[in-house]
């Protein structure tokens, strides 16, 4: 029996499940993720109340979830390295886009893991650092400063890539 | 997709520039589309409710089977403590007259092909409370004369059927004078 209105459940797979999709491809890869995500919605639908906060709790069930499928601290790691890198692109690519897709996926998987997940939680997950912390389990200064760290690195990246993208604009250029 | 406030965290602008850019990139949408996620949480629902029905069938059956047999077997060994086994009691009557009378009584409740020199079976059973309870007072007021007479020979003077009247059977024998144990004895007697 369900307690949730398909209706709403819909209405919630179609606003949420890509950044949950992109939150469960730190741990697994692309389809896994998908899987992952299909599972957080049966659980959903088998709440007998709705969850106060939804997509905080939607983001704690993809997070155990994709967790408990890489099954080994090895594969996870594996998995942590190659985001990012490999399989189907994270990001649609759009002509107004102010970063490049790519540049931004693969910049990402330079990222540490937990760095990622705070900006991943944050950025396009929407939500509080409140949230993120009690879905990474750390305390909300920790969630704040590892988001913090993450975009430092992130901008550092960027202004590393564009000084070593410029030249090559600028021999082009003089030619 | 990020909002702008910062829950009380003071975060560099720069950062929050790029976090603004950062969010304006979509998440590609899953492999699945909205119809094809419902169509697949109706099919895990209705899966893990047919699992339910299956183990509530289950446990009914096994339910019913407890109640139907519990009371079968108490029953069957009730039966079987009430009736016993059926005891054959045979003889020869006292004389013809009393078994031809025995008959003409018990006649009615043989069955047409029984043969008179059949021996009758008798269920044994508690003769009826009444009787016991009867005979029991006047055993306890008159002493053992009220008790019916037993065959010379140990064997049955005829076959006793349940519902006999054991008590008001007639007896030959001089009533029974009870020894006086106290008391003056006569001169002659033997003490």
């Known amino acids: 029996m369900t307690w949730i209105d398909p209706t709403k459940l819909g209405d919630w797979y179609e606003a949420f499940s890509p950044s949950l999709s992109l939150y469960a491809r730190q741990w697994v890869d692309a389809v896994a993720a998908d899987d992952v995500v299909q599972d957080a919605f049966v659980q959903l639908m088998r709440q007998r109340s709705e969850p106060v906060h939804v997509k905080a709790w939607l983001f704690r069930v993809v997070r155990n979830g994709a967790i408990s499928r890489t099954r080994s601290r090895r594969r996870r790691r594996r998995y942590e390295l190659a985001v990012g890198q490999a399989g189907a692109a994270p990001f649609e690519s759009r002509p107004d886009d102010l970063i490049d897709a790519r540049l931004a996926a693969s910049l990402l998987g330079e990222l540490d893991g937990e760095q990622r997940e705070a900006i991943v939680l944050r950025v396009w997950g929407g939500l509080s650092f409140d949230d993120v912390a009690a879905t990474m389990g750390v305390s909300k200064a920790t969630a704040f400063r590892r988001y913090e760290a993450g975009l430092n690195a992130l901008r550092k990246r960027l202004e590393t890539s564009c000084k070593t993208n410029t030249p090559t604009d600028s021999t082009s250029t003089r030619r | ?191």
Do not use: Y
């Open chain 2, 1 to 191: 997709m990020q909002d702008q406030h910062t829950d009380g965290f003071d975060l560099d602008p720069a950062l929050n520039e790029l976090a603004s850019a950062l969010g304006r990139l979509e998440p590609a949408t899953p492999s699945g589309d909205r119809d094809a996620m419902l169509f697949e949480l109706g099919r895990a629902n209705g899966r893990r409710a047919a699992r339910r029905v299956t183990w509530c069938t289950s446990l009914a059956s096994v339910l019913l089977a407890v109640l139907v047999t519990v009371p079968v077997l108490r029953l069957l060994d009730t039966a079987s403590h009430v009736s016993g086994q059926p005891s054959v009691a045979s003889g020869p009557a006292s004389d013809a007259k009393e078994r031809s009378a025995m008959q003409s009584r018990v006649g009615a409740m043989d069955p047409p092909g029984a043969r008179s020199d059949e021996p009758v079976v008798l269920v044994s059973s508690a003769p009826a409370p009444s009787s016991v309870f009867v005979l029991r007072q006047r055993v306890l007021r008159d002493g053992v004369d009220a008790l019916p007479e037993a065959s010379p020979s140990g064997l049955p003077t005829r076959n006793l059927r349940p519902g006999d009247n054991l008590i008001d059977r007639p007896t030959d024998r001089a009533p029974f004078e009870r020894p006086r144990l106290f008391g003056p004895t006569t001169p002659g007697e033997p003490s």
